[in-house]
């Protein structure tokens, strides 16, 4: 296994477009999970997913981002009409699963993709 | 909600120690750290679970305190590859809202 990966790396668009990342887990994780990371700042979660439910989202989060894990495999992650404040590096990381809610394994993260909104 | 750590940034030379910090505001059911190289995604280091707590990867060793609610992070005659940010992620006990916290920027020197 290749560890995570995300796709595209790089992403350039115009405020106002719709843009979509995917990230393929490693295929033994049942947890993904998706953040934004801007510069000098930590990871900040947006939402993670177990199997192919959606388990928590950020209440920070607009509206104008989705993600979906429709077989528990892959996730995509959709920011509808970008804004110039959603340029960031987006990362999406993945786990095992642990018995106890409140449980987290070591996460494993894929190499991002850099969005620009211009 | 968000992790505090300390210090932001810290430099040293090949050789020297180091210690960050990171406390929490909410009681703590564990403490993740990672480091992060620049250009690079975050790379997992340990996981602290129980109070009190230490664990330890080659020269690097964490402790944890569950009734501060703190948790450190020590670098012992840190390596050029030591260099790189440091972040603590905390889950509290009640929910399950995992937070990254700001990050300290270390750098060793040759």
């Known amino acids: 296994d290749t560890g995570v990966s995300q796709d595209p790396r790089h992403k350039i668009t115009k405020r106002g477009q719709n843009v979509t990342f995917r990230c393929d887990p490693i295929?033994?994780?049942?947890?993904l999970y998706w953040y934004r990371q801007t510069l000098g700042q930590g990871p900040e979660f947006l939402t993670y997913f177990q199997n192919e439910a959606q388990l928590e989202k950020s209440r920070l989060l607009s509206d104008r981002f989705s993600a979906e894990r429709p077989k528990g495999s892959f996730s995509t992650l959709e920011i509808q009409r970008t804004e110039q404040g959603d340029s960031a590096m987006y990362l999406c990381?993945?786990?095992?699963?642990?018995?106890?809610?409140?449980?987290?394994?070591?996460?494993?993260f894929g190499p991002g993709t850099r969005l620009t909104v211009l | 909600q968000q992790p505090v750590q300390s210090p932001q940034a810290v430099i040293l030379r090949e050789g020297e120690d180091a210690v960050i910090n990171c406390s929490s505001s909410k009681a703590l059911y564990s403490v993740h750290w990672y480091r992060q190289k620049h250009g690079e995604a975050p790379v997992f280091l340990m996981i602290l679970l129980k109070g009190g707590e230490q664990k330890g990867h080659d020269k690097i060793s964490a402790s944890f305190n569950e009734k501060k609610q703190q948790s450190s992070l020590y670098l012992t005659a840190s390596q050029l590859s030591y260099s790189g940010t440091y972040f603590c992620g905390t889950v509290p006990l009640e929910g399950q809202n995992f937070v990254f916290g700001p990050g300290t920027r270390l750098s060793v020197l040759p």
């Open positions: 990381a993945s786990s095992l699963a642990t018995t106890n809610p409140s449980g987290m394994y070591e996460q494993f």
């Open positions: 295929s033994e994780h049942n947890r």
